[in-house]
T-cell receptor
Framework: DVKVTQSSRYLVKRTGEKVFLECVQDMDHENMFWYRQDPGLGLRLIYFSYDVKMKEKGDIPEGYSVSREKKERFSLILESASTNQTSMYLC??????????????FGPGTRLTVL | AQSVTQLGSHVSVSEGALVLLRCNYSSSVPPYLFWYVQYPNQGLQLLLKYTSAATLVKGINGFEAEFKKSETSFHLTKPSAHMSDAAEYFCAVTRGASGTYKYIFGTGTRLKVLA
């Protein structure tokens, strides 16, 4: 089974802190994603990576950056956390193989609270 | 441009009643379509996917969905609701052709099952 793990389930940080959210997948997937989930807004894509060291902005990249130094690991960075970044963050991965039909596999999520 | 609309942010059904969650999509190319379920404080779990092989798709936990091109719909159904079906459900579309692996998500439908 594909497994996507996220470093923390719950995280509480203070305004202005630098925050790192880590995601690891064990299926050798090329693609990895970071989403933010807020009530009534569904899932919104923050950043997407299609290969090591490669990244692409999603719909809401402002205030975030990412890092992908190894294929299995994709980090989301909040350079200076703000209260409006309080949210649930979901990581996902998918294969580039046509047989995968672009199916994404999700981690359990990190609920981040910024005080 | 692709889009997904989920009608009804909240749906309530009685235990044992039919579950119908609606999803309409817009896509200029043949799409791949997905339904995911999210239980409280968890990540997203794939229920089923449409990849053009068959218009009626059966998924896990007794759910199924029918792809109707003429109606641009992919509604999710289950003949008899169970209390354990209470969760949030998301419809997503991605392009069938290669070149993008990103989803467009609907805003979600929260299903409540009444005893």
């Amino acid at each position: 089974d594909v497994k996507v793990t996220q470093s923390s389930r719950y995280l509480v940080k203070r305004t202005g802190e630098k925050v790192f959210l880590e995601c690891v997948q064990d299926m050798d997937h090329e693609n990895m994603f970071w989403y933010r989930q807020d009530p009534g807004l569904g899932l919104r894509l923050i950043y997407f990576s299609y290969d090591v060291k490669m990244k692409e902005k999603g719909d809401i990249p402002e205030g975030y950056s990412v890092s992908r130094e190894k294929k299995e690991r994709f980090s989301l960075i909040l350079e200076s956390a703000s209260t409006n970044q309080t949210s649930m963050y979901l990581c996902a991965s998918s294969s580039k193989r046509a047989s995968s039909y672009n199916e994404q596999f999700f981690g359990p999520g990190t609920r981040l609270t910024v005080l | 441009a692709q889009s997904v609309t989920q009608l009804g942010s909240h749906v309530s059904v009685s235990e044992g009643a039919l579950v119908l969650l609606r999803c309409n999509y817009s896509s200029s190319v043949p799409p791949y379509l997905f339904w995911y379920v999210q239980y409280p404080n968890q990540g997203l779990q794939l229920l089923l996917k449409y990849t053009s092989a068959a218009t009626l798709v059966k998924g896990i936990n007794g759910f199924e969905a029918e792809f109707k091109k003429s109606e641009t719909s992919f509604h999710l159904t289950k003949p008899s609701a169970h209390m354990s079906d209470a969760a949030e459900y998301f419809c997503a579309v991605t392009r069938g052709a290669s070149g993008t692996y990103k989803y467009i998500f609907g805003t979600g439908t929260r299903l409540k099952v009444l005893a």
